[in-house]
């Protein structure tokens, strides 16, 4: 059984900077993409990027250029470095990970605002 532990989410003023970090506690599986999602109210929810195991990166229209995803293999950890955030960023950020099958953190929340 894969868990994920978000965490990272917070309140910030726009243009601010968060990191958000996912740790999978799947010790001796071989984790394939990792990645993040996001739900803002009334909205579908949408990539915000993805990762893969040797390193090959896919972005968000909405989020190229500001954020940029990362993963350390030995912790199973994937982080996701969130720059210039907008109030449109606000949402609840999903941790993302394919291991055999997908997997979905709890959701953290983003909230952008002055």
């Known amino acids: 059984q894969v868990q994920l532990v978000e965490s990272g989410g917070g309140s910030v003023q726009p243009g601010g900077s968060l990191r958000l970090s996912c740790a999978a506690s799947?010790?001796?599986?071989?984790?394939?993409?990792m990645g993040w999602y996001r739900q803002a109210p009334g909205k579908q929810r949408e990539l915000v990027a993805l990762?893969?195991?040797?390193?090959?990166?896919d972005y968000g229209g909405s989020v190229k250029g500001r954020f940029t995803i990362a993963r350390v293999n030995a912790l199973n950890t994937v982080y996701l470095q969130m720059n210039a955030l907008k109030p449109e960023d606000t949402a609840v950020y999903y941790c993302?990970?394919?291991?055999?099958?997908?997997?979905w953190g709890q959701g953290t929340q983003v909230t952008v605002s002055s």
């Open positions: 993302y990970v394919n291991v055999w099958g997908d997997y």
């Open positions: 799947a010790s001796g599986f071989s984790i394939g993409t």
């Open positions: 990762i893969s195991k040797n390193g090959t990166t």
